[in-house]
């Protein structure tokens, strides 16, 4: 049993004309393809009146036996999905290039998350393709342990005894004793 596990997807990205007045363009992820080959640069697999698919790399996906309960969260919902992260590649647009790269593929909605939460990335969620949910529903299967809630126990504390702004329980003893010293002497 590996803490982690890795499986090659191949990213199909989409660029569609639309009609905007400061954008010409709209780019989306659209598919995963489990097991694709390597890709040295964006190649054009599919075309249409107004749209061009890419695929755009390959790269890993990562199970880690320590996220289960994010993978448990996506098998939960009503199609799970693959997120993919795509950043803005100003130096490639440049060039003549795409004006975004895939910096990451994961399978966990909270890591998708804290990248829509940057508000810098490009977060799509597409479907997952059968062969990568079954190896999911494996890999949760072997790993996923549930975690029992646990309740909180309040600290009983007498707070009548001590206040914010009263002197500390030494001072004050510090000045009993020399008040019974003092009314003693007397």
């Known amino acids: 049993m590996s803490k982690l596990e890795t499986m090659d997807l191949g990213v199909i990205v989409e660029r569609r004309k639309i009609d905007h007045p400061w954008q010409e363009w709209a780019w989306k992820a659209v598919a995963v393809i489990p097991g694709a080959r390597q890709v040295e640069a964006w190649t054009e697999i599919a075309k249409g009146d107004g749209w061009t698919q890419y695929h755009a790399v390959t790269m890993p996906v990562e199970l880690h036996r320590r996220e289960t309960e994010a993978y448990v969260a996506n098998l939960e919902t009503e199609r799970p999905a693959v997120y993919v992260v795509m950043r803005d590649d100003d130096d490639d647009e440049e060039e003549g290039g ?89």
């Open 98 to 186: 795409h004006p975004y790269y895939v910096a990451l593929v994961t399978l966990s909605p909270y890591d998708a998350q804290d990248y829509l939460d940057s508000g810098e990335d490009l977060v799509e969620a597409v479907p997952m393709p059968e062969p990568v949910l079954a190896w999911m529903q494996d890999f949760v299967g072997q790993h996923h342990v549930e975690e029992p809630f646990v309740k909180r126990k309040r600290d009983k504390v007498k707070i009548e005894e001590h206040k914010f702004g009263q002197e500390s329980i030494v001072e004050l003893r510090q000045r009993m004793a020399r008040e019974d010293e003092d009314g003693s002497d007397g």
